[in-house]
């Protein structure tokens, strides 16, 4: 059912509140836009407002869960949200907060001042993916994340939810990826001065790991390159690439045995010494624990996929736990 509600008959509407069911293109794309708005709420103005399907209304008492992901933003006003994950949090003009699936909430502006609020709903697998990745729900508050530019988007998918079509579902979804973007970007460019700092030293890590990955590496080395303790500096690379570096140079490695499998006639022991494993029976355990298949078996299966990719960065994961990685990346440790 679509419903489209709309108060004022005024030139300058003061709601908007529109629920399309997904078409077949968004999920195909694993993004769906499931309801989008705003609404603007005057000073003492009792809230929520009563324009929204039954299953979405809410008391200040009982709270609301829904099925979806949100992002809804403040342009004007400040009030306060609750969750279950975050408990209380004041909001203020600026702010974009996130409400989750599942996830008890309830939120309101503040009586004196009301709010100015649009929003953005949407689900599908690819859409949980990203933001299940990104945001945990223990921070729903993006912090000034409604600039200009994040408003003009959130407006842009406004207006294109109003004409619904199977050549503009595409556009929606990427539009819909684009504002999760955005706000992957923002909360990223907003962190704290460490942060910043561990992500320029990642970064110089992962380089030099890449240009380094087949050779013999010591811990002391990289910790040497970056300028950090191996503790920091081990805790801050898993943080930002999701992988220890010794699980990093493992993915690196294999990368390239596989290509070399596949692209020369070079033995196992060969593929070994060029890829920097300390020994063939340390390669063939992890290339079959990683894959499912010996290297030789897996040189001639067409179009294999692995069995266990890596779970949450874990080189080694079978059926969802993480199995014990080989600790030796050539002749020492990382």
Known sequence: MLYIYN???????????????????????GVSAIDVGYTVIPPQTYYPPQHHPESYLFTWERGRTFSEYQFLAVTRGNGEIET??????????????????????????????????????????????????????????????ATPENNRLMTHIVKSYQKPSPSRSPLLASDIIALITRMVLFTRAMASPEKLANQSKVALARNWLLEHAFED????????????????????????????????????????????????????????????????????????????YPPGIWRGVPNVKDKNPPDRGSPLSKNGKVMSPPTFIGKKLI
């Open 84 to 145: 279950a994950s975050a408990g209380h949090m004041d909001v203020t003009a600026g702010d974009i907060f996130v409400l989750f699936p599942d996830e008890w909430h309830r939120f309101r502006p503040n009586f004196d001042t009301g709010w100015n609020e649009c929003w953005v709903g949407f689900d599908g697998d690819y859409a949980k993916h990203l933001m299940r990745s990104y945001f945990p729900p223990q921070s729903p508050v993006l912090r000034g994340a």
């Open 217 to 292: 590496l010591d811990p002391v080395r990289i910790c040497e390159v970056v300028g950090m303790g191996y503790s920091a500096f081990r805790k801050a690379f898993k943080d930002e690439t999701g992988y220890a570096p010794h699980e990093y140079v493992l993915e690196i490695r294999l990368n390239r045995a596989k290509a070399l499998l596949k692209q020369t006639d070079l033995t196992a022991t060969q593929i070994a010494e060029q890829t920097g494993f300390s020994s063939v029976f340390y390669f063939t355990r992890f290339f079959t624990r990683r894959t499912g």
């Open 7 to 29: 108060m004022s008959k005024r030139t300058t509407k003061n709601w908007l509140a529109l629920y399309h069911p997904p078409d077949r293109d968004a999920r195909v794309w």
